[in-house]
């Protein structure tokens, strides 16, 4: 969750939503994202909403030990917000119209900080408040050094069936590089624990392009991974956020700043390494071994479905309508406390701006978006791509964009010329 927040329209103190936003919701994928702020220290190159117990102070409301009741405040009044019925009055339609949640992803922060009960009692508010799909994926981040066996066994028990650790590399230095507390070798001994636990599902993150990184310690750091036996991997540039101590280091050439060819051959590297180790991509920044390893809760944002975040800071978007919490524990408890929505602000997507999103988004997935989404000038666009091996020709005759490997490396000025922006972009992509 990023740690700024955009401005906006005002939200009703109930948190209600627009009648339209409602329509035909049951029909709609829906998943549920829950926010822990909190955790041990803050990494150099972080800009998430997150706090150190230093940071917060004893401000009420914003301690570990009652975040999981202020969170599962939120979750009923999510409840009684998506409950209210999207049919006329004179209608007949019974209220509680909204499907029952097919994922629940609790990310941070480090939400392993929490008792694996408290992390289980928010997971299973939203079963009582939503209901659960059968087999729906729940996952939660952590860090390596934040579990245990012990602690594995206690989340597996709470309902929690896929992970996510953050790996980021295998070496000491880069790991120092970003202040990363785990020692290397550990995500390779909690994916064991995992698995023993019976996870069904785990991921290891990595992040390739920190300054100091060479291109044998980002080999090394795929090899640790692929060893480890996860069956998902993300795998991501690193972006320096202004704000954040890294970038800080940068500005005053401490640091070098990371070199977009490196990163281009990075992301071919670990493209080669995990392809050769039986993982496809299927967006651009991930990679599992199945179909059914691929992150749904994911899928369901990057392919335009409804979730609710539960959080401060949180984001959440319904039936075109995208909102988002404020962002300090102390004050989010507190609107809760009062019966008040914590939402800071909200947006009412128009038609343009979803079918921007949309293309944005779809682009990068290995299913592709469908032509028929774009306008002439964008379809003209795809088949400059296609010429230009930025987009396969195979796709685009069966009416999808596909990105060829050298398409996902461009992925962003492909976007650009599909939807027109700045002209073609492509022309001299070499």
């Keep these: 969750m990023p740690s700024t ?163 980021q590399s295998a070496r000491p230095h880069v790991l120092a590089t970003l202040d990363r507390r785990h020692t290397p070798g550990r995500p390779q001994a909690v994916v064991e624990q995992a698995r023993a636990a019976g996870f069904d599902h785990v991921n290891l993150d990595l992040i390739y392009g920190t300054p100091g990184e060479s291109d044998e310690d980002w080999q090394a750091s795929l090899d640790a991974a692929v060893a480890a036996g996860p069956d998902h991997v993300s795998a991501y540039a690193l972006i320096v956020e202004e704000g954040t101590r890294l970038a800080a280091q940068i500005r005053r050439g401490v640091l070098t700043a990371p070199d977009d060819d490196v990163l281009a051959d990075r992301y071919l590297r670990a493209e080669e390494t995990l392809s050769a180790a039986g993982f496809s991509w299927y967006e651009v920044s991930n990679w599992a071994r199945e179909e059914s390893a691929r992150c749904r809760h994911n899928l369901l944002y990057w392919t335009g479905g409804d979730w609710w975040g539960i959080g401060p800071g949180a984001h959440s978007h319904v039936g075109g309508v995208r909102w988002w919490n404020v962002k300090h524990p102390a004050a989010y408890a507190e609107r809760l406390a009062r019966g008040v929505s914590p939402a800071h602000a909200r947006e009412v997507l128009d038609a343009p701006t979803r079918t921007v999103e949309r293309v944005m988004l779809e682009v990068r997935l290995s299913d592709g978006l469908a032509v028929g989404v774009l306008d002439d000038t964008g379809r003209a666009a795809a088949r400059r791509a296609a010429a230009d091996g930025l987009v396969t020709p195979e796709a685009l005759a069966a009416g999808r964009i596909a990105l060829t490997l050298r398409g996902r490396l461009l992925a962003d000025a492909v976007v650009r010329d599909l939807l027109g922006w700045g002209g073609d972009l492509l022309s001299n992509t070499g």
């Design 5 to 167: 927040l955009p401005d906006g329209e005002p939200v009703p103190s109930d948190g209600a939503l627009p009648p339209a936003a409602l329509e035909g919701a049951a029909d709609r994928p829906f998943g549920v994202y829950v926010h822990v702020p909190f955790c041990v220290t803050r990494c150099g190159y972080c800009d998430f909403n997150t706090y150190t117990a230093e940071e917060l102070g004893p401000a009420p409301g914003a301690s570990r030990a009652t975040y999981a009741q202020a969170a599962i405040g939120e979750i009923r009044l999510a409840g009684r917000v998506l409950k209210a019925s999207s049919a006329p009055s004179e209608s007949a339609a019974p209220p509680g119209r909204t499907a029952p949640v097919s994922t629940v992803f609790v990310g941070g922060g480090t939400p392993t900080l929490l008792p694996p009960g408290d992390l289980g009692a928010v997971l299973h508010a939203v079963e009582e408040e939503f209901g659960l799909v059968p087999g729906a994926e729940v996952t939660t981040e952590a860090n390596p050094e934040s579990v245990d066996r012990r602690y594995l066994d206690e989340l597996r028990a709470q309902g929690f069936n896929r992970i996510s650790f953050g790996m």
